[in-house]
């Protein structure tokens, strides 16, 4: 990994992270060192340390689409980076599956609420999808309804429009994501996210 130039001292940071990790998770938790240069672009984008972004390629205007195999450690590092991430940039992390079971209960409103989100409120909010790919096609009243592509399809209207912010992570590979959501779904996702991805034998750290 070539040497970050940051006025920020990354591997403090990780230190950081780990103690939080503990607190949140737990006796076991630990954070490998062959998984660094993943966690290096992260810190990177939600301290919002542009010199380093840069060195990275990533862009700060799109979210963060975060794969890897199961068990690699994607859901834990999101809701770390929430202590890590300014208040203007917070974001709440929303299990996809979650969002299927409330769309059977309440139907075709969730996709709105999790697009344009409540009337009142005056901006859409950043969220991250956790786990793309878990969740099924349901059935709302017999009518069968791909619930996640319909919140990215309406979220990518609203980047577009609005800069809204989306994370996601995931353990589908992109030919997976295009045969769950469509080319359509695929594409947009390329042109809201950038891609971080843990090498696919990433350990299961569940083990």
Not at 41 to 69: H, R, V, W
Request: charged share 25%; hydrophobic share 35%.
């Amino acid at each position: 990994m070539n040497e970050i130039k940051s006025h920020y001292n990354y591997p403090d940071i990780i230190l950081w992270l780990e103690k939080k990790g503990l607190e949140l998770y737990g006796n076991h938790f630990k954070i490998h060192e062959s998984d660094y240069s993943v966690i290096y672009k992260l810190i990177a984008y939600f301290l919002k340390d542009e010199p380093t972004c840069y060195q990275y390629g990533i862009n700060l205007n799109k979210g963060i689409l975060l794969s890897g195999p199961v068990g690699c450690g994607k859901t834990s590092l999101m809701n770390l980076m929430k202590h890590l991430t300014p208040i203007e940039h917070k974001f709440s992390v929303k299990p996809c599956r979650d969002i299927s079971f409330e769309f059977i209960q309440d139907g075709y409103q969730i996709i709105h609420k999790y697009s344009i989100g409540k009337l009142y409120e005056s901006q859409p909010k950043t969220i991250c999808f956790d786990d793309l790919g878990v969740e099924n096609n349901l059935k709302y009243y017999g009518n069968e309804c791909n619930v996640m592509a319909e919140i990215l399809l309406s979220r990518y209207d609203l980047f577009i429009s609005k800069k809204l912010l989306t994370h996601i992570t995931t353990n589908l590979s992109a030919s997976e994501i295009e045969t769950h959501y469509g080319n359509r779904v695929r594409s947009r996702l390329r042109e809201i996210g950038n891609l971080i991805a843990f090498d696919r034998s990433a350990i299961d750290k569940r083990k």
